[in-house]
């Protein structure tokens, strides 16, 4: 855990059953909050999020949305991507105000609302390989650059978290840090500009040190997002992730040890097991199939998996239609029920 979090944060939370991993399909956002909070805002049955509507352009993708949150960074879009630039310009305007947009959406819908809420930001290694440096290179390939970003985003964060409190007031804040790209930052698989070559592996306790750093922000739980293959959750747990949100298809045996530990620590499990593209949706006892028979290969205390597992679609639905995305969501609180009803 983190100096600034008690141990144990996320044990004791009522983190919900099921919740969803971030994106929502459209442009819409009085109709994603709609749809967010009247799925997941009953009690016992999951946890609202503020959604992301990526569909509307540059500022409303991932990296603009956080980008828009740092504090004395700011950058602007060029045809390779997100650049940092010397000033606030018309993106970063763009991907404040569709964040206030968001937000004044998830306020109409949560009116008296007390319960588990959960935001959700771009981690500090995701940023870093994506944001370009003046030059046009990933500022992943100068560590004072990285030093700078982490800085800048744990202070946006505060700010953003802080605001959702006031607009909120009787949610309970769980922070997402998302970080796909993680893992190709640890194995040194981020491509340069040129494409010919990589990046260099940072080094893990570097990796750890800034995680550790972000998430300090937070006095609640904070979960880490992948839907990557093979993500570093003994790294994660250490930086002080009291949660663990994955695609459940992408998990080998390899994983089992650590991910056993993270439960029997208290740790929170956000199992992606509901597909997050168009296609028919199997049973809810079905989807959660594969959990129980993790649970199983674990030795872990059946009774224990309905609190220790939150259902999620396994990835963003930001490319799902808004029926499908509807659909998904309504059955990741049904798979979960399943697991409660019947955890063996």
Known sequence: MTDNKPAGTGGAWDWGRATGVGSMPGG??????????GTFAEPGAGMPHLAELPARGPGADMIGRTTGMLVELYARVEPSGWRVGDRPGRDTRRAVAWLGEDLDALEEFTQGYEGPLKVQVVGPWTLAAALELRNGEAMLSDPGACRDLTGSLAEGLRAHLAQV???????????????????????????????????????RQVVESALRDVMAVHDG????????????????????????????????????????EAVEAGAKLFAGVVPGTEGPLSDPAGSVMGVRTLWRRLGLNPGSLADAVAVTPSCGLAGASPAYARAALAHCVRAARSLADNPE
């Open 28 to 37: 819409d956002a009085r109709e994603a909050a709609k749809t967010v909070t």
């Open 165 to 203: 409190r006031r607009r909120v007031p009787g949610a309970r804040l769980v922070l997402q840090l998302d970080e796909p790209s993680l893992t190709a930052v640890l194995r040194g698989r981020i491509r340069t500009a040129s494409q010919y070559r990589t990046h260099r592996a940072v080094d």
């Open 221 to 260: 739980p904070v979960v880490v997002h992948s839907c990557a293959p093979d993500v570093p959750f003994a790294l994660l747990r250490r930086a002080g992730a009291d949660g663990l949100s994955f695609d459940f298809s992408l998990l080998t045996e390899r994983d089992d040890e650590v991910l056993g």
